[in-house]
């Protein structure tokens, strides 16, 4: 009878040969694509990333104001429990925009610098979506490798702007007093709602 650790070793040869030829074969794609199109393939590869960023970014925004009761939104009509008043918010913020959620902490007295921070973010945003190739090349438009250099950086800076706005996000909630947080020794930590039984009552 084979000894399993002898199998395992076999196992762990065939799926190193198997990645190697995979890997192989991606050499000789890649080959064979000319740089101009490796270009394109890489500014799309950025946008994507940004676009993506983003869209955790004013995820988080959502869940970060949706959750604290004591955060008052302009909710229509009146919610007879918290399930009801938690749709209700879940779908006032939904259908907001992103300059609409950082006038909803503004109402809501949150620090003038956290509020100067969030438009910060909001014009990168902005130029990003309706207005970034108004100063950047489209990728149909891509003739060298040296031409989307300057857009790359351009996209690398706003995927780093926006991803430390998601994770500074739950900090501005804390620091205006409508959540808590409890750190733990690994670096992790743990986001309380401040009135955690606030609401209607069920």
């Not at 676009?51 to 988080?60: C, D, N, R």
């Not at 309706?130 to 800076?157: C, Q, Y």
Request: charged share 25%.
């Amino acid at each position: 009878m084979m000894c399993w650790r002898r199998l395992l070793v076999i196992i762990d040869d065939l799926g190193t040969l198997a990645v190697q030829r995979e890997i192989d074969q991606f050499r000789r794609e890649i080959s064979q694509i000319d740089d101009i199109e490796i270009a394109r393939q890489m500014y799309l590869h950025h946008i994507g990333r940004v676009f993506v960023t983003l869209g955790i970014f004013e995820q988080t925004l959502i869940h970060a104001i949706r959750m604290p009761w004591k955060m008052e939104l302009p909710l229509k009509g009146n919610p007879e429990s918290r399930w009801t008043l938690f749709q209700a918010r879940d779908e006032f913020l939904r259908d907001s925009t992103l300059g609409s959620m950082i006038k909803v902490l503004e109402k809501n007295e949150c620090l003038d610098a956290d509020l100067s921070y969030l438009r910060y973010v909001k014009r990168h945003r902005d130029l990003f979506v309706h207005r970034f190739f108004e100063n950047h090349i489209w990728p149909g438009e891509i003739n060298d490798m040296f031409s989307v250099s300057a857009s790359v950086r351009t996209l690398k800076f706003l995927e780093i702007t926006f991803g430390r706005a998601t994770d500074r996000l739950w900090g501005i909630l804390v620091r205006n007093n409508f959540l808590q947080r409890q750190k733990f020794t690994d670096g992790s930590y743990l986001i309380i709602n401040n009135d955690p039984f606030g609401g209607p009552d069920d």
